[in-house]
């Protein structure tokens, strides 16, 4: 089993910033690949930026410069800094690691969900 931890949502006024934490932990060989999702009031489940574990990142437009992702491979966490913060940012923003695990049938990538943490940008 694999458990993810996320903190560091609340609420914060336009302009401002929060830094969210993820960390990981379970029995797992790897983790590829760790990243941040969210969902608006009504809306679906999006991307919001992921990265490798050599390094690579990728984000969505709506938050390229104003958010960057990092780890700690070590600690198996990853961060979300979050600046420039709008009330469109306002979300429930979740947590994913893709990690390879030991079956019965040999090893498998997994992708597994953090439960959630609140960010509201409001005045």
């Known amino acids: 089993q694999v458990q993810l931890v996320e903190s560091g949502g609340g609420l914060v006024q336009p302009g401002g910033s929060l830094r969210l934490s993820c960390a990981a932990s379970g029995t797992f060989f790897r983790i590829n690949h760790m990243g941040w999702y969210r969902q608006g009031p009504g809306k679906q489940r999006d991307l919001v930026a992921t990265?490798?574990?050599?390094?690579?990142?990728n984000y969505a437009d709506s938050v390229k410069g104003r958010f960057t992702i990092s780890s700690d491979n070590a600690k198996n966490t990853v961060y979300l800094q979050m600046n420039s913060l709008k009330p469109e940012d306002t979300a429930i923003y979740y947590c994913?690691?893709?990690?390879?695990?030991?079956?019965?049938?040999?090893?498998?990538?997994?992708?597994?969900w953090g439960q959630g943490t609140q960010v509201t940008v409001s005045s």
């Open positions: 994913i690691a893709q990690c390879l695990t030991s079956q019965p049938m040999g090893v498998m990538a997994t992708d597994y």
């Open positions: 990265i490798h574990s050599a390094g690579l990142t």
